[in-house]
T-cell receptor
Framework: TQLLEQSPQFLSIQEGENLTVYCNSS?????LQWYRQEPGEGPVLLVT?????EVKKLKRLTFQFGDARKDSSLHITAAQPGDTGLYLC?????????FGTGTRLLVSP | NAGVTQTPKFQVLKTGQSMTLQCAQD?????MSWYRQDPGMGLRLIHY???????DQGEVPNGYNVSRSTTEDFPLRLLSAAPSQTSVYFC???????????FGPGTRLTVL
């Protein structure tokens, strides 16, 4: 059983649509990271959120850390085919970084 | 800098065989970890190390051993391979647990 559950597991949308990916846990984390993974490669860091309630923006991507530091969301505005990939959240606890179950996003032209 | 390197890239084993997956980093990172990735499961932590000489278990440590004799190297040993260990294995390193994780290219392992 993984500590971090992501939803949805899979999302297939058209270019230009908006979407939100959720990352939920019953555990409190000191920080939470979001990664994107392309096929055949390792994950690459997108952002780290540290403070409860924190919101960070990376171009069309908006990341939010829950007030209680147990959950996070990733919102993409006007998705593009280049956003296609596997999105992973990861929570930092004491000496451990655990990853979520992943959300596979497919954006079609 | 080469970053995080993993060898081999692909490996096929028979049930019961043992092998070592190599991982090395040249960024002087203290924290290193091994994950396995199965379809629909995200990444699951196998073992991790917060520095040379210190290792600990993650979520799914059974069937795997690790050692950290140097800062640079963190090999993962499969003691007696089983089909359930068929997966893609990623090694990662960072300055600290909550820091940016730098991943290797992965090792795709098939156990027949």
């Amino acid at each position: 059983t993984q500590l971090l559950e992501q939803s949805p597991q899979f999302l297939s949308i058209q270019e230009g649509e908006n979407l939100t990916v959720y990352c939920n846990s019953s555990s409190v984390f000191s920080s939470l990271q979001w990664y994107r993974q392309e096929p055949g490669e390792g994950p690459v860091l997108l952002v780290t959120v540290v403070t409860g309630g924190e919101v960070k923006k990376l171009k069309r991507l908006t990341f939010q850390f829950g007030d209680a530091r147990k959950d996070s969301s990733l919102h993409i505005t006007a998705a593009q085919p280049g956003d296609t990939g596997l999105y992973l959240c990861a929570g930092a606890g004491f000496q451990k970084l655990v990853f979520g179950t992943g959300t596979r996003l497919l954006v079609s032209p | 800098n080469a970053g995080v390197t993993q060898t081999p890239k692909f490996q096929v084993l028979k049930t019961g065989q043992s092998m070592t997956l190599q991982c090395a980093q040249d960024m002087n990172h203290e924290y290193m970890s091994w994950y396995r990735q199965d379809p629909g499961m995200g990444l699951r932590l196998i073992h991790y190390s917060v520095g040379a000489g210190i290792t600990d278990q993650g979520e799914v440590p059974n069937g795997y051993n690790v050692s950290r004799s140097t800062t640079e190297d963190f090999p993962l040993r499969l003691l007696s391979a089983a089909p359930s260990q068929t997966s893609v294995y990623f090694c990662a390193s960072s300055y600290r647990t909550s820091g940016t994780q730098y991943f290797g290219p992965g090792t795709r392992l098939t156990v027949l």
